[in-house]
């Protein structure tokens, strides 16, 4: 009887754990509210996903003329020893960068130590290596692709330093034995290179100016774009990672708006559009309580399409905004019978409908995930 007792226990506790495994995995990851609270610093973060930077090379240290004096040997023979060599400059992709903000315009690798007496070689300078997002494309003066940095650790010489130059003993010969000629040091690379960012969020915001784009982005993550009622209110991407309780984080960039005619650079133009195409998915942000907002679609998939075709396969999605206002509930009615496509209602300022959105957000992101990885 204890023994039946025993089984069915046993039995019982394998079926509630397979049970309970079954449930955790099927269900719906919840969106989290950060416990952290904003940054209270006043200094707000953009995100660099373009520079032009100037590279050079650390020039060789010069070989040094010497000849040795002994107290037996007035001429001991030249003793000057070779000058070190000038440090590369070295674009490395690291996980620990996450935009090309810290990569100054300029940057310089150390000099070699010039040679000295006693065959003492100077030390070669130490490489000026740059850490960079995982993903960055690094392209010449030309505008060719040079680099692509799509794995972790890979690296990029991007100007190589100056050989040192070789001291008086390199050039002892058979007629020479007392050379007074040494070598300089060459002069490292100088060169230009273009940086860019490949992948810059999962997903990003597209609008016109005063959407809401930047208030969406402060209502569902920790980023502090600013919020004003005037139009190009942003002007560089803002990137903000949204959490989920299963560890998963999805990164959205608010993107400055966008205008009729941006593909033939109006407005923030062109330089907006690359921003777009650095972006997984694209939410489509409407200003609802406008009138004809169906007309506002429109115009922004025709910009993205005039851009570049394949930005309108992307994945996508249609937001609604500002439906605490009079006319919204009306206009979405007629949207809604005008397209099939899914349209999430929001407001971003009262933070309306927020969860299913984020809701939403996830089921791009997972299903998408692999595309981008
Ligand atoms: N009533 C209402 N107002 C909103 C809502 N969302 C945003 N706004 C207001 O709309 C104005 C513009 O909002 P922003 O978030 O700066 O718009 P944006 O799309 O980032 O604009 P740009 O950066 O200029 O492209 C602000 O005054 C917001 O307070 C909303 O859901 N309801
Ligand atoms: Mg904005």
Redesign the pocket.
Known sequence: MKIEVMRFIVQFTRKLSTTAIKQYAERIPQPLRSTKSKSDKTSVQSFADLKRVRVVGGKGGDGCISFLHLWSNENAGPDGGDGGNGGHVIFKASNNAKDLSMVTSVLQADKGEKGFNKDCHGKSADHNIIEVPIGTVIKNSNGKVVGDLGVEGLMFIAARGGSGGKGNHFFISDTEQAPKISEYGAEGEDLQYTLEVRSMAHLG?I??????????L?AISRAR??????????LKPYVGMVQYDDYEQVAVA?L??LIPDSHKNRGLGIQFLQHAERCMGLLY?L?I?LDSPWEHFSTLQYEMGQFNKNLLKRPQLIIA?????PEAEENLATFRSKTELPIIA?????G?NIKELLHKIREIYDENKESTS
């Open positions: 915001l609008g016109f100016p005063n959407a809401g784009k930047s208030t969406l402060r774009p600013k919020v004003a009622p005037y139009p190009f209110t942003t608010d400055p708006g942000i200003d309580s905004n500002k439906m605490d206002l929001i407001s971003a300022k009262l309306i």
